[in-house]
């Protein structure tokens, strides 16, 4: 999979800028942004298809285990801009669906525990990434940078079904679920978000540290 990354990226890298230009040593061409598209739109999914969270905590209660899976959308369904401001690549896609499954806990009057099933039937996704540069190896060399400038997940809670299972879960479900969607729901999307964020940052620029030059 890196591979492709460093393959895709060294196409939307191929002409120079001006020193004051964004990313400064590389820019984004029309050809490189559809190719960002090809490459960048898989591997963004390869992140958030299967997330993990140990615990999500809430006012009365927690999430625990937390599985959340986010599937790729075909490509025809992901739009992609280019943003010549920042030298970046804009993509795109609503109706994509999502699952996410945990244990819960929830005290209202009585304290109530067990499984929670979240089933997102459309979502939309707009993620900014933007091309820069960072010393390479050695640091005399110059590597690509992806610099994340936005991810939004926007979810409408009228487009999510929840099923709870375990004993007493009629007692909350009235008030649980409603819940979920307007505060816990929100918290987990954060969370997603970040993670995707940090990702990048992190171990992405990392690798393209060492091998992008």
Not at 132 to 148: E, F, H, M, R, Y
Request: hydrophobic fraction near 40%; charged fraction near 20%.
């Amino acid at each position: 999979m890196f591979s492709k990354i460093l393959a895709g990226i060294a196409a939307v890298a191929a002409a120079p800028t001006t020193p004051n230009q964004p990313g400064a040593g590389v820019s984004l061409t029309k050809a490189g942004a559809n190719n960002a598209k090809d490459v960048l739109a898989p591997y963004i999914f390869n992140i958030a298809k299967d997330i993990t969270i140990p615990e999500v905590d809430f006012d009365g209660g927690y999430l625990k285990n937390l599985e959340i899976h986010l599937p790729q959308p075909p490509l025809s369904d992901i739009n992609i801009n280019m943003e010549h401001a920042t030298n970046g690549v804009e993509l795109s896609a609503q109706g994509v669906s999502a699952t996410i499954s945990s244990d819960f806990s929830y005290k209202y009057f009585i304290t109530v525990t067990g499984e929670i099933a979240i089933d997102v039937k459309k979502l939309g996704l707009d993620l900014e990434i933007d091309l820069d540069t960072q010393p390479g190896t050695p640091s005399t060399d110059i590597a690509p940078k992806l610099a994340v400038q936005k991810t939004d997940i926007a979810i409408n809670p009228d487009d999510v079904d929840i099923k709870l299972t375990g004993g007493l879960v009629a007692k909350i479900a009235s008030v649980f679920i409603p819940f979920v969607k307007s505060t816990v729901l929100p918290t987990i999307v954060k969370t997603v978000q970040d993670g995707i964020k940090n990702e990048i940052d992190g171990e992405v620029n990392t690798d393209l540290n060492v091998y992008g030059t």
